[in-house]
């Protein structure tokens, strides 16, 4: 992998390190406008919000390695990949707070962010049920011969649901132009991979039905997805569908309501391990090795990430909320709710 | 005009939209090698090819979602499943996805797939092969759901279901696939959510769809030997619900009978009858009467799973019930 990051550019690597930052400052500014918020008007309210700190290198790397018009598609930790792909953060933050003015009209809610003209079909919300989805975008691509590709993002946990089962079969079955990409966090929920999981290994249930079994790669390097991932959808572009996995970590707990996670006694030290990993630090040392004085270029992208994550909060704060002609529409193409 | 049956009013339909536009394909168990379990799709196979005609696993989960985002994404597909039964394994991917998708994301998408389905009791399928569960697919806002009761409108509400723009569950009741119905040469639709008079008549209303509606009919006649003109109501669609000619039926006729061939608790029966009442409670000269399933799982054995069916007789009694 080493060498052929010799071809990437400083400026991507640079566009890539401004990203993560990005995600990074957004979860973290979500993370704060759920729990210390004070003022009801700036708050992030609602049961569930899942944040993607830890694994902003997996996203990042493995989006940018798409094509204008491939496709991706993931669960519900989707605000990283959402940003990564080119969402305007202001609409991701106002569909935090339920705004009109968010990316699905706040009718969907940090699970359910999607941006049809980048084609960035979503975050899902039941466990596996996006996976069928994603096959079926592929057999559309497949269907017109276009060439194109989709990267869908799987949980190791949703490994274990019978969507997995039946879209990786028929997706072999006929050959679909698809990288499953598991985002391998070692947990799904709170039960870890071991103790849900009889093969611990993601890539070996490739084997099962006959998919290539792609590699697996560092994920807390961005470089490393994103080689790995632009191999990979090309290959499936003519082949097929691959299984990949990245190793990442979830720094946070699941979601909003587990507290218990980073309580986990056991966990600390696997915790500080990962966290010694963090994506802005390995990319940051990627970065400074080969070149110098990057420091106050590194330090303007990340206030630069802060001013626009200001900014998202304040374009939210400011959106009108959603009305009754809102709650109604868009039940039916062409007919009306029938309220 | 010639006469088909309504597994071939269906096959037509298919036919003929499969050729009008490329973006429309098949995919379900057994539709094209096999030539279809119910034949709907025979000769597919061999004249559009394995591209479009698409033999899949035993997976419904993956049918229905597959063709979920296939539909996102631009086609036009029709999945079945071999009967509405299995469907049931793939609830999440048309009730959770298929049916939420354009609402969730506000517009963004539109989901233009219709999943068919055998649907309905047959002889002696016992419990799990017996279901005609359509009100509970119908319980859900985002899905269209359908059930013809002839082959006249099988094929023209078929066409219409795969023309729009919206998930569909189309479902077809097994015991009606080899009447025939007189099918015009000219193309024709049946717009979505598009109830009709079947019979009319100006003692009693009665509302069904799907095979009910034979049941109706045949009761109608029995009832006429006595002089009493039923008035015989084909829902069609359950979803969008169009209740205008129920009503309108229901204030000529102060009395309702619903039939169904599903079961009774939180029914289509139920349905009608509370919009009835709410709707029109001034001119409700007796109970809304429905003549359902008995509720209980249907057995092996024929006399006792005759026996909770509804039949025409039975409907024939519910309505001197309500005169």
């Known amino acids: ?339 | 005009m010639k006469n088909l049956s309504m597994r071939d009013a269906l096959r037509a339909a298919l036919h003929e939209e499969m050729v009008r536009d490329e973006r429309v394909f098949i995919m379900g168990e057994e539709i094209g090698k096999w030539q279809g379990t119910h034949r709907v799709t025979r000769g597919f196979y061999e004249e559009f090819g394995a591209e479009r005609v698409r033999d899949t696993p035993i997976s419904e989960m993956a049918i229905a979602g597959v063709a979920t985002g296939a539909a996102m994404a631009g086609l036009r597909p029709v999945a079945e499943m071999m009967t509405i039964n299995f469907a049931f394994l793939a609830f999440d991917a048309i009730i959770n996805h298929a049916a939420k998708i354009h609402y969730m994301f506000n517009g963004q998408i539109t989901v233009p797939l219709v999943v068919r389905a055998a649907t309905g009791w047959g002889n002696q399928a016992t419990a799990t092969h017996s279901h005609t569960p359509e009100p509970i697919w119908a319980h859900f806002p985002g899905l269209i759901v359908g059930c013809p009761s002839n082959a006249y409108d099988a094929k023209g509400m078929l066409k219409a279901a795969i023309r729009d723009d919206n998930p569909i569950l189309f479902t077809e009741v097994i015991a009606l696939y080899p009447k025939p119905s007189p099918i015009p040469d000219e193309e024709y639709l049946i717009p979505i959510g598009e109830s009709a008079i079947k019979r009319e008549g100006d003692d009693v209303t009665i509302v069904s769809y799907g095979r009910g509606v034979e049941w109706a009919l045949e009761a109608a006649e029995t009832l006429a030997k006595e002089d009493i003109q039923a008035e015989v109501v084909d829902i069609r669609w359950l979803r969008p619900l169009d209740m205008s000619k129920t009503l309108e039926s229901f204030k000529k006729t102060n009395r309702c009978v619903v039939v169904e061939e599903s079961l009774p608790h939180y029914s289509f029966g139920s349905e009608i009858a509370a919009q009835l009442q709410e709707a029109a409670f001034d001119y409700m000269d007796a109970p809304v009467k429905r003549v359902s399933a008995l509720d209980v799982p249907l057995p092996y054995a024929r006399e006792i799973e005759l026996m909770a069916l509804p039949n025409a007789a039975k409907v024939v009694q519910a309505v001197k019930e309500v005169l």
């Open chain 1, 1 to 339: 992998m080493a060498t052929k990051t010799e071809s990437l550019t400083k400026e991507t690597l640079l566009d890539w390190y401004h990203d993560i930052v990005l995600i990074r400052h957004f979860e973290d500014r979500c993370h704060h406008l759920y729990f210390e918020e004070k003022d009801p008007a700036r708050k992030i309210t609602g049961v569930y919000l899942h944040l993607a700190t830890g694994s902003e290198a997996t996203h990042v790397g493995a989006v940018k390695a798409l094509g204008e018009d491939d496709h991706v598609i993931t669960a519900y930790r989707d605000h990283g990949i959402a940003i990564a792909r080119g969402v305007n953060p202001d609409r991701v933050m106002a569909e935090m707070m339920g705004k009109r003015t968010g990316t699905s009209g706040g009718k969907g809610g940090s699970m359910h962010l999607a941006d049809r003209d980048l084609n960035f079909w979503g975050g899902y919300a039941i466990v596996g049920g996006h996976l069928p989805l994603a096959a079926g975008i592929a057999l559309k691509e497949q269907y017109v011969k276009s060439g194109n590709a989709v990267l869908c993002f799987v949980g190791d946990g949703a490994l274990n649901n019978g969507y997995f089962h039946e879209t990786a079969n028929m997706a072999q079955v006929w050959k679909l132009p698809i990288v499953f990409l598991v985002e391998n966090n070692l947990v799904g929920m709170g039960t870890r991979i071991e103790e849900s999981s009889g093969q611990t290994n993601p890539i070996k249930r490739a084997v099962g039905y006959g998919m290539k079994e792609g590699p697996s790669v560092d994920g807390q390097d961005v470089v490393e997805v994103y080689e790995a991932v632009k191999a990979e959808l090309d290959w499936s572009r003519e082949n097929g569908p691959v299984l990949m996995e990245a190793r990442t970590y979830r720094f946070e707990g699941h979601g909003v309501s587990d507290k218990a996670f980073n309580a986990r006694e056991d966990l600390k030290g696997e915790l500080a391990i990962w966290e010694a990993r963090d994506p802005i630090n390995v990319l940051t040392a990627r970065i400074k090795k080969k070149y110098k004085d990057v420091d106050e270029t590194l330090a303007a992208l990340d206030a630069e990430a802060v001013r626009i994550v200001d900014e998202s909060v304040e374009y939210a704060v400011s959106s009108p909320a959603p009305g009754y002609n809102d709650l109604i529409a868009n039940v039916y193409v062409g007919f009306e709710a029938g309220v």
